[in-house]
C-alpha cells in the first residue's frame, strides 16, 4: 500500500482486498482543474458512498475511471493491477460498469437488443441475442431484477429502465458498479427497490460506487463514503462514523442547515383557488380530474405525488401554460381567464408567477443571458421601455440587482445563463419571479439538481415570501422537500386528489402510501389540517 | 388498355425507380447512421458524369461503374468529414456537395470533351445491355405468365437485379446481423453506443461508405445503362426524390422499395401521358413532366402522418460536456 495515503477510516487493507485504488488523479478541462490530485481507495464488496455539490468533480472522477475521459496524471490500480484507461470498452473488460444519471439506452430497442448492443457474440445477431435472453433470465433470478426481455425501452417505466442499465452491466461482467445519481428520477418505492438490488449485490461479492447528493441515501445504504469540494477529496469515512450534518458541512465546506427553520404558518385570505379542473396532455388523454383546493395567504401548500401522476399538467395549467378543459382558476377572488397562447401572460399580469418544473426547456433560454432572462416574460412592462424598444439599461440594471439578492454566482449578467450552474440558473429563475411581488407564487420542482448550499437559500427564500404574506403552491417530487417546507399536503395519484395531510403528523409512510393510490387513510380524513377552505 | 400496354408501363416503372431505389437505400444507412444526407443528389450526378467518361474513354461499362462508385464515394467520404470528423453542418455539407457536383461535372465535361458539357456517346461494351434471364424467350409464348416473366422481369440491366436484391440484403443486415443493430443504434442514441464501447465515427463513416457505393451505382445507372453518356444535370432531382421517398417509407427498406416503385410508376404514367388531350386540348408537356413530382409534394404533405427519423439525425456526435 501506498505510504502516502492520507490516514483515513477506509484506508487500512480490507479483508476482501481493493477493487479500485485511485492515485494522485488530476484532470483539467481548460483552466477548471476538475481533479486536483485525488486519492480513493474502494474496498471490494462494499458500497462506497462518493458525495459532493455540482461541479465538485464526482462525475470527472468516475468518467476518467470508466475511460470516458483520460486523466492527465495519476494512477488506476483495478484489483491491484495499475490500469491505464483507454476507453469505456476497456474499463468494461477490466470489469467496471457505469450506469449514467441519463441512461444510455436506445429507446425504440427492446431491453434484449440494448443488453446486447456492444457486447454480440458475432457478426449475426440471433445467436447473441438467445444467448443474452438466458444469461437475461438467470441474472434476473440472481439479483432479483426482473424486467421483460422483449419490451420496448420507452414503454417501461424509469425504474424499469434503470434495471435494464444495471443488467447491462452485469451481462458484460462488471464487478464494480459505478451508479451516477441513481435514485433522482426514482419514485421511492422505485428506490427502495434498487437499494434492495444494491445490498443484493454486495452480497454477491460486487462492489458499488454510488454518486449522489443526498445524504439520506449515504447513510442508509453505504459502508464508507468519500466526499468531494472543488475538485478535491477532502475526506473519506466510514458511513456508520459521520453524520449528515458532518457531511453536508464537508461537502459545502461550511455549517449547512439540513432543517428549514420556519414559524408556524399563519394563513389569511384566500388568494388562490382551483375549482373542479380537469386538464388533458399533449395527446388528448384526462390527466388531472375535477381536482379542487385553495390556497390562503401566507401559506404553502405541496403537491405531493409520484411523478406523472398530473401535477405536472395541474401547474401548467393553473400557471395558463397550458388550456383547461373544463373548471376555474380563481384568483384574488376573480376567475383567470387562461385559455390561449397568452394565457400565461395574463397569469402574469394578474399576479400569479410561475417558477415552471423544467426549468432549461421552459424557465430560461439557456442560450440568452442572464439579463435577457431576468426580464423573460416581463418584457413588455413599462419598466424595460416604451413601446417596440426595449430599456436595456433598465433592464440590466434590474438583473444586477436580482444577481446581488440572490447570490448568483458568478455575478456576470451578461453571461449565457447555460454557462450557469442548476442552482445559480434555479437562482435567475426565482429572482425573476419573486421581485415582482406577486401574489401566488407557483412552484415546481424548485431545488431538482440543485446544490446542497443552493437548496438552504431556495428554500428560505420561498418561506421568506410566505411570511410577507403571499400564497404559494409547491410541487416536488421530492417528499423531504414538501415535508419540510409545505404547511399543508395534498397527494395526487392518478390525476385525482387523493388525500391531504398535515406535514407535522404524517409519517413517510402513510404518505407513501397515498402516493400510491392506497388512501384507505386519505378516506378517512387525516384530521384538522385536512381542511378545505371551500366557500 | 390491355396487358401489352400495362406491361409496358410496368417495365418502365421498373426501370425508372431503379435509381431512386438505390439512391434511397443509400440514403437509408447514412441517415439511419444519423446523418441526414440531402447529398444524394450531388453524389448520383457525379457518379453518372465519372461514370459517362470513364466509359467513354475505355470503352467499358464495368470501368465506368467502378469510377463510378470511387468518384462517389470520394464525394460521399469529402461530406463525412464535414458532417462527421469536423462536425459541420449536415444540410449545408449535403448542400455543398450538390452545387459542387452540379457545377464540376459540366466544367470537365465542357474542359474534356467540348461537347457542351456532355460526354460522348458510348458504342458497344461501354454501356450496359439489358440481360435476359434463362428460359425468357422459350416462356414468352406461356399466356399471361408468358409475357409478364419476359417483359417484366426478363430483359434488364445488372443493375436493377442489383438494386432490387439490395433491398434484401439491406433489410437482413439492418435486422439481422450486430452492424445492423449498431446502425440503428448510433441514429437512435449515439451516446447508447458510445458508452457501450463501440466508435461512434467509425460506424458512421462506415454508412457513409456505404451510401457512396451505393449513390455511385445509382449515379452509373442514368449514365452507363439507361443513357448512353452523360448529359447535364441528367439526374434532375432524383436524388431529393429518393430523400422523399425515404422519408415516406419511415427509413425501412422494403417500404422504401414500394415507394420507390410508385414514384417510379408515376414517372412511367407521366412518360406515356404526354400526348395525351384533355377535351380536345393537349396538356401542355411541362405539366405532365411535373406530375411525379407534384405528387411527390402532396404525398409528403398529406398522407406520410408523422415521420419520426432516427432521433440524433442531424446532429453531429460530441462527447459530453
Not at chain 1, 108 to 135: H, M, Q, T, Y
Not at chain 1, 330 to 355: E, F, M, P
Not at chain 1, 375 to 389: M, T, V
Request: with cysteine; proline share 4%.
Amino acid at each position: 500500500m501506498n505510504p502516502q495515503r492520507p490516514e483515513t477510516a477506509a484506508a487500512s487493507a480490507p479483508a476482501n482486498g481493493w477493487a479500485i485504488e485511485l492515485e494522485q488523479i488530476n484532470k483539467r478541462f481548460g483552466a477548471v482543474h476538475a481533479n486536483k490530485d485525488i486519492d480513493l481507495s474502494i474496498a471490494r464488496g462494499t458500497i462506497h458512498g462518493i458525495v459532493g455539490e455540482n461541479g465538485a468533480g464526482k462525475s470527472t472522477l468516475m468518467s476518467i475511471l470508466y475511460g470516458f475521459y483520460t486523466a492527465d496524471s495519476g494512477t488506476i490500480r483495478v484489483n491491484g493491477q495499475v490500469q491505464s484507461i483507454t476507453d469505456s470498452s476497456h474499463a468494461l473488460s477490466l470489469g467496471i460498469g457505469m450506469v449514467h444519471q441519463h441512461f444510455m439506452l436506445v429507446d425504440n430497442f427492446s431491453v434484449l437488443e440494448n443488453i446486447v448492443l456492444g457486447a454480440e457474440d458475432s457478426g449475426f445477431l440471433k445467436p447473441s441475442l438467445d444467448r443474452a435472453r438466458k444469461e437475461l433470465d438467470r441474472l434476473e433470478h440472481e439479483y432479483d431484477l426482473e424486467v421483460d426481455p422483449d419490451a420496448i425501452i420507452e414503454d417501461i417505466s424509469v425504474g424499469q429502465q434503470q434495471r435494464v442499465e444495471i443488467l447491462k452491466a452485469l451481462y458484460r461482467g462488471a464487478e464494480t458498479l459505478i451508479l451516477d445519481e441513481p435514485t433522482g428520477v426514482l419514485t421511492p418505492k422505485e428506490a427502495d427497490d434498487l437499494f434492495r438490488v444494491l445490498r443484493t449485490l454486495r452480497e454477491q461479492g460486487k462492489t458499488v460506487i454510488l454518486i449522489t447528493h443526498k445524504l439520506r441515501e449515504i447513510m442508509a445504504i453505504t459502508d464508507s463514503v468519500s466526499v468531494m469540494r472543488q475538485g478535491q477529496m477532502v475526506a473519506t469515512v466510514r458511513t456508520s462514523e459521520t453524520s449528515p450534518e458532518q457531511l453536508a458541512e464537508l461537502m459545502v465546506g461550511r455549517r449547512v442547515l439540513l432543517r428549514v427553520e420556519k414559524d408556524q404558518a399563519k394563513p389569511g385570505k384566500t388568494l388562490l383557488e382551483v375549482q373542479n379542473l380537469v386538464v388533458k396532455d399533449d395527446m388528448g388523454i384526462t390527466r388531472v380530474k375535477d381536482v379542487s383546493f385553495a390556497v390562503r395567504a401566507g401559506e404553502i401548500v405541496g403537491i405531493a405525488g409520484v411523478s406523472g401522476n398530473g401535477q405536472s399538467e395541474l401547474l401548467e395549467a393553473v400557471s395558463g401554460m397550458r388550456d383547461q378543459a373544463s373548471g376555474n382558476v380563481i384568483l384574488n377572488g376573480d376567475a383567470l381567464s387562461l385559455k390561449g397562447d397568452d394565457g400565461a401572460a395574463r397569469a402574469r399580469a394578474a399576479g400569479l408567477a410561475h417558477v415552471p418544473e423544467d426549468r432549461q426547456r421552459m424557465g430560461l433560454v439557456t442560450n440568452f443571458s442572464e439579463w435577457e432572462n431576468a426580464i423573460l416574460g416581463y418584457q413588455n412592462s413599462s419598466d424595460y421601455g416604451q413601446g417596440p424598444f426595449l430599456d436595456i439599461g433598465a433592464a440590466k440594471k434590474r438583473a444586477a440587482e436580482h444577481v446581488k439578492l440572490f447570490d448568483v454566482r458568478p455575478a456576470n449578467i451578461n453571461l449565457k445563463t447555460s454557462l450557469f450552474s442548476g442552482g445559480n440558473q434555479q437562482k435567475i429563475v426565482l429572482a425573476r419571479e419573486m421581485e415582482r411581488d406577486p401574489d401566488v407564487l407557483v412552484i415546481g420542482q424548485p431545488t431538482r439538481g440543485v446544490d446542497i448550499g443552493a437548496i438552504e437559500f431556495i428554500h428560505n427564500e420561498i418561506i421568506k415570501m410566505r411570511d410577507e404574506g403571499k400564497a404559494i403552491l409547491l410541487v416536488s417530487v421530492e417528499l423531504d422537500e414538501i415535508r419540510s417546507l409545505a404547511d399543508r399536503i395534498i397527494v395526487m395519484f392518478d390525476g385525482v386528489i387523493v388525500g391531504e395531510a398535515d406535514p407535522a403528523s404524517a409519517s413517510e409512510g402513510e404518505l407513501g402510501l397515498m402516493m400510491a393510490g392506497i388512501n384507505d387513510k386519505a378516506a378517512a380524513g387525516p384530521g384538522a389540517a385536512g381542511q378545505e377552505t371551500k366557500p | 388498355m390491355d396487358l401489352s400496354a400495362i406491361l409496358s408501363i410496368l417495365d418502365a416503372t421498373i426501370r425508372l425507380s431503379t435509381p431512386l431505389l438505390l439512391a434511397c437505400l443509400a440514403g437509408l444507412y447514412s441517415e439511419r447512421a444519423g446523418i441526414f444526407d440531402i447529398g444524394l443528389e450531388g453524389k448520383m450526378l457525379a457518379a453518372a458524369f465519372a461514370a459517362g467518361a470513364v466509359a467513354a474513354i475505355t470503352g467499358s461499362a464495368w470501368i465506368g461503374l467502378a469510377a463510378g462508385m470511387s468518384v462517389s464515394l470520394a464525394t460521399a467520404l469529402l461530406q463525412g468529414v464535414a458532417a462527421i470528423t469536423l462536425r459541420g453542418n449536415q444540410l449545408i455539407a449535403g448542400v455543398a456537395i450538390n452545387m459542387l457536383a452540379a457545377g464540376l461535372t459540366t466544367f470537365l465535361g465542357q474542359t474534356w470533351f467540348s461537347q457542351g458539357g456532355r460526354t460522348p456517346p458510348l458504342g458497344e461494351g461501354g454501356r450496359f445491355v439489358p440481360i435476359n434471364l434463362p428460359f425468357a424467350n422459350e416462356v414468352a409464348g406461356v399466356p399471361i405468365i408468358g409475357p409478364i416473366y419476359y417483359e417484366l422481369i426478363s430483359g434488364h440491366y445488372i443493375l436493377v437485379y442489383i438494386a432490387f436484391l439490395m433491398v434484401a440484403v439491406t433489410a437482413y443486415v439492418l435486422y439481422r446481423t450486430r452492424f445492423g443493430l449498431r446502425l440503428r443504434a448510433v441514429g437512435e442514441s449515439p451516446k447508447a453506443v458510445d458508452t457501450a464501447g463501440i466508435s461512434v465515427v467509425k460506424l458512421r463513416y462506415q454508412a457513409v461508405i456505404i451510401t457512396g457505393l451505393l449513390c455511385g451505382i445509382a449515379g452509373a445507372y442514368f449514365s452507363i445503362a439507361q443513357g448512353s453518356g452523360f448529359g447535364n444535370n441528367m439526374t434532375a432531382g432524383k436524388g431529393y426524390i429518393a430523400l422523399a421517398a425515404l422519408i415516406f417509407a419511415k427509413w425501412k427498406p422494403v417500404p422504401a422499395m414500394f415507394t420507390c416503385l410508385l414514384f417510379g410508376f408515376l414517372d412511367a404514367l407521366q412518360i406515356r401521358l404526354q400526348s395525351a388531350r384533355l377535351g380536345g386540348v393537349e396538356i401542355p408537356v411541362q405539366a405532365i413532366q411535373a406530375l411525379p413530382y407534384v405528387l411527390t409534394v402532396i404525398l409528403l404533405a398529406g398522407f406520410i402522418g408523422k415521420a419520426v427519423g432516427p432521433k440524433a439525425g442531424g446532429v453531429a456526435y460530441t462527447k459530453e460536456r
